[in-house]
T-cell receptor, first 115, second 110 residues
Framework: DAGVIQSPRHEVTEMGQEVTLRCKPISGHNSLFWYRQTMMRGLELLIY????????DSGMPEDRFSAKMPNASFSTLKIQPSEPRDSAVYFC?????????????FGPGTRLTVT | TQLLEQSPQFLSIQEGENLTVYCNSSSVFSSLQWYRQEPGEGPVLLVT?????EVKKLKRLTFQFGDARKDSSLHITAAQPGDTGLYLCAGVNYGQNFVFGPGTRLSVLP
């Protein structure tokens, strides 16, 4: 398996522009997570889906952020309009159940810079 | 809100030294996980500990889950430059509620 795939790997955009980040989870994994990582705040959960349904979006910063999972093999995280404080590395992860626990598999991340 | 603390925040050691990093919380978790993250990559799962007092070994890495399932430690024996990275602990609650700590940034110098 190719693992979790994210695109683009790097994105540089100007303040006010729309940004769309994409994720393909590992086939057969039923849950998908979006995280944001910065030096100041560490790894923060934004939203997670189970069987394509959003379960917990309490980490989504504000209405400028939205996420969708139209099918089991694809998810998007959209920021509109983007702001410089959104600059971070955004990770997507999917989970597999192993024994009595869940294991997360992370993608390589998208490094977003908003100028 | 459940929080995890990790210490130390930064650690720089020479190749061959031993080290221990800690992960602490006031909350009980159903399991605890350790991840290692290298620059430019996503975190990679190293281990999951489930039972209070459990000890797991992965080559030169030893992981322990506290008896009360609130804390954990990671011990590395004879550290190597390849161990360099950000070590994250994650508490897992029933279901898929993952809570990540801020991480310990380890640098092993040759």
């Amino acid at each position: 398996d190719a693992g979790v795939i994210q695109s683009p790997r790097h994105e540089v955009t100007e303040m006010g522009q729309e940004v769309t980040l994409r994720c393909k989870p590992i086939s057969g994994h039923n849950s998908l997570f979006w995280y944001r990582q910065t030096m100041m705040r560490g790894l923060e959960l934004l939203i997670y889906f189970n069987n394509n349904v959003p379960i917990d979006d309490s980490g989504m910063p504000e209405d400028r952020f939205s996420a969708k999972m139209p099918n089991a093999s694809f998810s998007t995280l959209k920021i509109q309009p983007s702001e410089p404080r959104d600059s971070a590395v955004y990770f997507c992860a999917s989970t597999a159940r192993t024994g009595g626990s869940y294991e997360q598999y992370f993608g390589p991340g998208t490094r977003l810079t908003v100028t | 809100t459940q929080l995890l603390e990790q210490s130390p925040q930064f650690l720089s050691i020479q190749e061959g030294e031993n080290l221990t990093v800690y992960c602490n919380s006031s909350s009980v978790f159903s399991s605890l996980q350790w991840y290692r993250q290298e620059p430019g990559e996503g975190p990679v799962l190293l281990v999951t500990v489930v039972t209070g007092g459990e000890v797991k070994k992965l080559k030169r890495l030893t992981f322990q889950f506290g008896d009360a399932r609130k804390d954990s430690s990671l011990h590395i024996t004879a550290a190597q430059p390849g161990d360099t990275g950000l070590y994250l602990c994650a508490g897992v609650n029933y279901g898929q509620n993952f809570v990540f700590g801020p991480g310990t940034r380890l640098s092993v110098l040759p």
